[in-house]
């Protein structure tokens, strides 16, 4: 789903609060996958047998998960957080109280689109992403 489309169907609180329980459910699986790496690496003996070398090959294959989802983590967690800081009106200050009026592709925001938004109270409009 497309960020505008989310905003518009669960509103922006929602949305950032999402947000960050997807990022979190990312970390914690890297977490995870960085403890099942260690328990490998300290339980099995990889020169006894050719099942020492498949236990090593999946450890390799936790680290780029455990890579991949910490990446995740950070990408989400820091994308809710620059959207949050610019969820204020700029006139009344009123925090995450808007409508979506138009989103448009902006390649350096967040997931590649800015969304331009309209205050509920006081109708100004500005540019977040």
């Known amino acids: 789903m497309r960020i505008e489309d989310a905003i518009r169907q669960h509103g922006f609180r929602r949305w950032h609060e999402r947000r960050l329980i997807e990022a979190h459910a990312y970390l914690i699986t890297a977490f ?35 890579i991949h989802a910490f990446r995740q983590f950070c990408r989400l967690t820091f994308g809710a957080h620059r959207m949050a800081e610019q969820a204020h009106c700029p006139k009344c200050a009123t925090y995450a109280k808007f409508r979506v009026v138009r989103a448009f592709d902006a390649p350096d925001k967040l997931e590649g689109r800015a969304l331009t938004v309209r205050c509920l109270g006081c109708e100004a409009e500005w540019t977040i992403g």
Do not use: D, H, K, M
């Open 32 to 66: 995870l996958t960085l403890l099942a790496i260690l328990v490998v690496l300290e339980v099995v003996n990889f020169r006894q047998s050719i099942a020492g070398v498949l236990w090593l090959i999946i450890a390799a294959v936790g680290v780029v998960v455990c």
